[in-house]
């Protein structure tokens, strides 16, 4: 599975953005698809993930109820949509793919380890 992001850029606190991750492979529709960031400084973090049908998904308090993530299989495409974007949210952000496929399951692992395959990542940066 290789993972392509784009839709990164530099915005202003309030704006709203979508990151897209193009995925090759054939096994995508059987993966789970995560979003993670790292700021400058700081380790990367866990933001949201989604299980291979799209009916489920998790995020982490930081983002909780800002950040939305969905999927189209048919497309090969998981999405990040960020809305109220903050200063704090400045950081490279990147999307994976489980090491493991989860078909017809709602598990959505949320520690690093668990993610074989990873994107370069997109820089958003956001300006007060």
């Known amino acids: 599975v290789q993972l392509v992001e784009s839709g990164g850029g530099l915005v202003q606190a309030g704006d709203s953005l979508r990151l897209s991750c193009a995925a090759s492979?054939?096994?995508?529709?059987?993966?789970?698809l995560g979003w993670f960031r790292q700021a400058p400084g700081k380790e990367r973090e866990f933001l949201a993930g989604?299980?291979?049908?799209?009916?489920?998904?998790y995020y982490t308090d930081p983002v909780k109820g800002r950040f939305t993530v969905s999927r189209d299989n048919a497309k090969n495409t998981v999405y990040l949509q960020m809305n109220g974007l903050k200063p704090e949210d400045t950081a490279v952000y990147y999307c994976?793919?489980?090491?493991?496929?989860?078909?017809?399951?709602?598990?959505?692992?949320?520690?690093?380890?668990?993610?074989?395959?990873w994107g370069q990542g997109t820089q958003v940066t956001v300006s007060s």
């Open positions: 994976a793919a489980s090491q493991q496929i989860y078909p017809y399951s709602d598990y959505v692992p949320i520690r690093e380890k668990e993610y074989a395959y």
């Open positions: 492979g054939r096994t995508f529709s059987r993966r789970v």
């Open positions: 989604i299980n291979w049908s799209g009916e489920y998904s």
